[in-house]
Every structure is written in C-alpha cells, then in structure tokens.
C-alpha cells in the first residue's frame, strides 16, 4: 500500500473521529443546558423583575403598600425587610417588557418607582 494511500485512510478515520467527537461534545453541552434549566425551575434561581414602589421606613411601607392595592387591586404586591430599609415591591414579572409596562401605569401614581432585577 502506498504512502498516499494510508494518509488517506488516517485522514479519513481522523476526521470521522473528530466528527463524531463533535457531535458527543454537542450533546454533553446540550445535556448540561438542559440540565441547568431543570434545576433553575426546580430550586428557584429564575430571573424575574419587579418594580419596587417604596424604599425606606416600615410604617410608610406599609402605607404605600395600602396605597398600591387600592390603585391597582389586581397587582400583587410585597412589603419586605431588607436591612436596614423596608421595601414595598410588585412581584414578579417574567420579562422586562412586561414590568416596564405596568411601571408605566404605576409612575402615575408612584413617581419614584423602579424596575428591579431578582432571582426567585
């Protein structure tokens, strides 16, 4: 057998390798991708965003969380401690778009509302 005739034979079981050293590698970050998802949903490491209202003392917290339900009665909205401050939010939005539209409705009666990224 000729020189040209192995080097041909090797070529084409190299690139066979290779390509199917690809497609494995393809599948094991697919794999992995997939397996990531799972777990975000599963144990709550989504991205959401909400819009924080309030930022500042507990018992005006809990005013403009009153406020809020008697503006938009179908948002549903959060006092929390973070500390030091007290902060009233809207939870959750799946999508910036989503948030930004409701803060527009809101800034009408909350002005210093905000959009705010998180992870549930």
Excluded: H
Aim: aromatic share 10%; proline share 2%.
């Amino acid at each position: 057998m000729s020189n040209k005739a192995i080097l041909a034979i090797f070529s084409l079981l190299f690139l066979s390798i290779c390509n199917v050293t690809a497609q494995t590698e393809q599948e094991e970050i697919q794999q992995l991708i997939d397996s990531k998802r799972a777990y975000d949903q599963e144990y709550g490491n989504t991205l959401v965003y909400k819009i924080q209202l309030f930022n500042g003392g507990e018992q005006e917290a809990y005013k403009i969380s009153r406020d809020c339900r008697q503006y938009f009665p179908t948002l549903n909205d959060t006092v929390i401690f973070q500390s030091p401050e007290w902060k009233t939010q809207v939870v959750s939005f799946k999508t910036r778009l989503e948030a930004d539209r409701v803060l527009r409705k809101i800034k009408k009666k909350f002005s210093s509302a905000i959009v705010l990224k998180d992870r549930l």
